[in-house]
């Protein structure tokens, strides 16, 4: 499924060499994903291209004003219904600190049921509240403020075009890695086998893949019960897992 990304911003020219590097650079070569930068400067009014203005009441900082920010998320459903695959409203969202936390879940959740998205990002001191009101999902990547939305923005693009067919030359690859099942993903090593007197695990160069694939299944509980133990509360861990941690257990109050 192609997914088309639509990114409001004020600041086009942030996201220039972000839709022609790496992989997703060559998602876009492929077709697989789109991205179509949006600029509310094209739908102002004055001669100045005039998109923040001082906030009522006042206060510090400046606010963007909602006439170019909602136009500019229309002309996306415009775009999108004048397409022969299109004709669904595209979601928007917008990137701000108070929305939800982007988690790999929610990534997920929009490859899956998405076609299109309308990402917004705000600048200055925030959006006025009826632009915010005309959005569909606010999210946040964490408890701290940037000075845009538009790093929220490439961070979906890139966590949510990997989930989809035809970006990853390894599709298989995202069924192992950190949270793709509420746990951490195990360590890597590759060559050399010796690197400043540490050694790559005996298991790993054994060829026994049976063995090898339990040593990373526990490895990956290891550091979750280190790093993040509340994904054990949010994912309870199965049987097996539930064995291979009472080890891990045993081993640190053995230490």
């Not at 690197?195 to 054994?206: I, N, W």
Request: charged share 30%; net charge negative.
């Amino acid at each position: 499924m192609k997914m088309r990304f639509y990114v409001v911003t004020v600041l086009p020219e942030m996201l220039e060499s972000f839709v022609r590097t790496g992989l997703v650079g060559k998602a876009v070569e492929s077709g697989a994903i789109e991205i179509h930068p949006i600029t509310p400067r094209e739908f102002t009014k004055d001669r100045h291209r005039t998109v923040d203005d001082a906030p009522y009441g006042g206060g510090s900082g400046m606010v963007m004003m909602p006439g170019p920010l909602v136009d500019a998320m229309e002309s996306a459903e415009a775009r999108e219904a004048t397409r022969e695959d299109g004709g669904a409203r595209p979601l928007r969202i917008l990137l701000t600190p108070q929305g939800e936390p982007f988690t790999q879940r929610v990534a997920r959740e929009l490859a899956s049921t998405q076609k299109a998205l309308t990402l917004v990002c705000g600048r200055y001191e925030g959006v006025d509240e009826r632009a915010r009101t005309r959005v569909d999902r606010e999210i946040s990547l964490g408890d701290f403020v940037l000075m845009g939305g538009e790093v929220g923005a490439m961070v979906i693009v890139e966590a949510v075009g990997r989930l989809l067919p035809g970006v990853l030359g390894n599709p298989e690859s995202i069924g192992e890695e950190s949270h793709s099942q509420g746990r951490i993903e195990y360590p890597h090593y590759t060559r050399p086998a010796e690197f400043r007197g540490e050694k790559v695990p005996d298991v790993l160069l054994s060829g026994h893949h049976a063995q090898v694939a339990k040593w990373r299944k526990k490895e990956s509980l290891r550091r979750t019960l280190a790093r993040r133990p509340d994904l054990l509360e949010t994912f309870p861990p199965d049987a097996e897992e539930q064995k291979l941690l009472d080890a891990i257990r045993r081993e640190g109050e053995g230490a």
